[in-house]
């Protein structure tokens, strides 16, 4: 799963190292595209768009590719894309929210839909889901940008809630209205981060067997297949052992 496995419970996304990369690519630029025609196509002006091109160069996007979807959004492509949520139940009650972006809703809440049915999982309405959520703002450093107590103190001047550091990689969380802010505070500080987004959060994790784990994975991939999906979050704790035997 993507990130690192202190993180594995908030965000289930395939990167680059695991997926096709053209298909990743085009998700980042999708969103790039989007984020630069709804704000304003300077990332210094906009914090969705700054958001998105981190996003990008994580995933070691070229920079020819980010400034050609910046480009796009000065067209009429990226006017009939539209953010939605979807929320559904995956094996064993797990809580799953699907963001996506798409130029068709049906077919979209029709391909997610289908996803959840054949993977042991049902679409809910609205609302169903995200209770079980926060939705906050999440940023990452790789952990060789600061020690763990500079990390953490640098991050609570900055206005951020909790901070969680590893060898890998440092994971701020704070205030969805107060990521821009934070982000910017810590950039002054660290440097760029590597990421960091609004993210939803799960309050609770559900643990699972092995079956029910296999059937999640499953379902989670389906949805990330989809070229429309952006990003899909899960309440799930899978054990190491459990993820060692699945990944073995």
Known sequence: MAGHSQFKNIMYRKGAQDAKRSKVFAKLAREITVAAKLGMPDPAANPRLRSAIQAARAENMPKDNIERAIKKSQGGDADSFETVRYEGFGPGGIGIIVEALTDNRNRTASEV?????????????????????????????????ADAETMFDAAIEAGADD????????????????LSEV?????????????????????????????????????????????DVQQTYAN???????????TA
């Open 163 to 178: 901070v969680t550091s590893s060898d890998e990689a440092h994971e701020i969380i704070c205030a969805a209205e107060s």
């Open 113 to 145: 839909r289908a996803a959840f049915s054949k993977n042991g999982g049902n679409l809910g309405e609205t609302g169903s889901v995200s209770f079980m959520f926060d939705q906050v703002g999440r940023i990452e450093y790789a952990g060789s940008a």
């Open 236 to 246: 799930f704790d899978i054990s190491d052992s459990v993820l060692e035997s699945l």
């Open 183 to 227: 982000a910017h505070a810590l950039e002054q500080k660290l440097g760029e981060p590597r990421t960091f987004a609004l993210i939803w959060k799960p309050q609770n994790a559900i643990g699972l067997e092995m079956d029910q784990a296999a059937t999640l994975l499953e379902l989670l991939e389906a949805l990330d297949e989809n070229d």
